[in-house]
């Protein structure tokens, strides 16, 4: 299946100058500048009888303060704004959360993971690490000078912010009204603890943040915090439920533009991280066993700098952790005090060849 060209692409997308798209009756689609590779997060504002709601709020960035200003005095009708909804804790999500609810006095609604996660990172990690921290890095092979150099350049950061002191919860199932459409809350998970996404079935149309992006794939993670998850399970336990929702279902994104293709879309992330495992299995198979690491720079041969490592190093586990989840990889602590990672001798390697991870993922889902 050549899942790219099922993506229809139905609206021309907005500047990020403060310029807004009407996407649906009721529905503006508006951009926020991000000075960094990805160069935008989408954000969306929804029609209440009495005002708007607003979805994701951007960097906390002055020139992101200012296209707010501008949108609020320009495309709102002369409506006040009465609510923030956070989709999840990233900061390019919810970096002006505190901001955007003091300005206009409006609540914040986010899910309680999300948002307490969001808390707990909201200090920078101290200077030396934490033992767990060392730890982590240690077990997975990176050298220190590395693991120095990225920690550096995350205390540098310059877009961390606190949060609001108080939020509404947001629930899995729970339905939220506004204006004529009922949306119902549908959480997705391993990109982010209790992702937000927001489905009005009446009109198929997903406010899908980062857990449906019609072109890259969302970082999945492992991190010190939680070593020993397997958040790649949780990602396709996502898209199954993704899946779910109507095959012609308008798709509005947290990045790039939006589409149409729903279905298309997860059926290619599958066939993605598909591509990874079976990397990961070559290099395993020619090579011997490897830590994570050395599976990170076979995975990822082009990183631009320390921030690529920690996203990188933290894909690189989830995959290795998927497999060892699925009897595919054993892993061993040697005496240096690295884990290493190694093909199951007790699969053959045509039982390998037979065992597709779509079917290991539908059966996750279905207990």
């Given at each position: ?327 595919l990889l054993q892993r061993v602590l040697d005496d240096d005090g690295e884990y290493r990672f190694s093909l199951t001798k007790t699969l053959t390697p045509q039982k390998l060849d037979h065992l597709n991870f779509q079917q290991a993922s539908i059966r996750h889902a279905r207990h």
């Amino acid at each position: 299946m050549n899942a790219k060209a099922e993506l229809v692409y139905p609206f021309t997308p907005p500047a990020s100058d403060g310029s807004v798209v009407e996407v649906a009756p009721g529905i503006l689609w508006a951009r926020m500048p991000m000075p960094m590779a990805l160069d935008h997060i989408n954000v969306y504002l929804l029609r209440n009888a009495d005002g708007w709601l607003l979805v994701d709020t951007g960097l906390n960035t002055d020139i992101c303060r200012e296209r707010w200003e501008h949108i609020a005095a320009t495309h709102l009708q002369g409506l006040p704004i009465l609510g923030l909804i956070c989709t999840h804790m990233h900061y390019d999500h919810a970096g002006l959360a505190s901001w955007l609810c003091e300005r206009f006095d409006i609540a914040l609604y986010m899910t309680h993971g999300e948002y307490f996660m969001q808390r707990a990172l909201s200090q920078p990690e101290p200077d030396p690490l934490s033992q767990a921290q060392a730890l982590f890095y240690l077990r997975a092979g990176m050298p220190q000078e590395r693991t120095d150099a990225m920690w550096r350049a995350m205390r540098k950061d310059p877009f961390m912010a606190p949060l609001p002191r108080s939020f509404s919860r947001l629930r899995g199932g729970d339905s939220i009204t506004i204006g004529h459409r009922v949306w119902q809350v549908v959480i997705g998970e391993g990109h982010s603890p209790e992702h937000a996404c927001l489905y009005c079935a009446q009109d198929q149309i997903l406010i899908a943040g980062d857990q449906l992006l019609p072109r890259i794939s969302s970082n999945v993670l492992v991190t010190g915090i939680e070593p020993e998850a397997n958040p790649l399970q949780l990602w396709f336990n996502s898209l199954n439920t993704l899946d779910q929702l109507a095959p012609d279902t308008l798709v509005l994104p947290s990045h790039e533009r939006v589409f149409r293709g729903l279905h298309a879309r997860t059926q290619e992330l599958r066939q993605h991280h598909e591509k990874q495992f079976s990397m990961l299995r070559a290099h395993l198979e020619k090579k011997g066993a490897c830590t994570a690491f050395q599976a990170m720079l076979w995975l990822f041969p082009r990183l631009r700098g320390p921030v690529d490592d920690m996203l990188a190093l933290g894909e690189s586990i989830a995959h290795l952790s998927w497999m060892r989840h699925e009897g595919l990889l054993q892993r061993v602590l040697d005496d240096d005090g690295e884990y290493r990672f190694s093909l199951t001798k007790t699969l053959t390697p045509q039982k390998l060849d037979h065992l597709n991870f779509q079917q290991a993922s539908i059966r996750h889902a279905r207990h």
